[in-house]
C-alpha cells in the first residue's frame, strides 16, 4: 500500500482536507494522502530532510529511506522479476 503523509502546509501550517485533496490532484496522486499533525511519523521514519520517503516493509521494517528510485520500489514489489 502507497500513502503520503503531510506535515504542514508551505506556510507551516497544518494540512486540512482541502490542501490535501488539493495537492494530490495537482500531482495525480491516487493513494491515500494524509496529515500528520505534530511530525510523528516523519520523526519514526523520516531522514531529517524534506522531501523524504520511507519504504516500509512487513512489520514496519524500513527498508530504504531518504530518495528511494522508483526501481527499487519496483524490486520490492515484485522481487522475483
Do not use: H, K
Request: glycine share 12%; hydrophobic share 35%.
Amino acid at each position: 500500500m502507497f500513502m503520503a503523509v503531510y506535515s504542514e502546509t508551505d506556510s507551516g501550517a497544518l494540512p486540512t482536507t482541502e490542501d490535501l485533496s488539493g495537492w494530490a490532484s495537482t500531482y495525480g496522486i491516487q493513494f491515500p494522502v494524509m496529515e500528520d499533525p505534530g511530525s510523528e511519523i516523519y520523526w519514526r521514519f523520516g531522514t531529517g530532510s524534506l522531501p523524504s520517503m520511507t519504504l516500509l516493509g512487513p512489520g514496519m521494517e524500513v527498508l530504504e529511506s531518504g530518495y528511494v528510485a522508483p526501481n527499487a520500489v519496483e524490486a520490492y514489489l515484485y522481487p522475483d522479476e
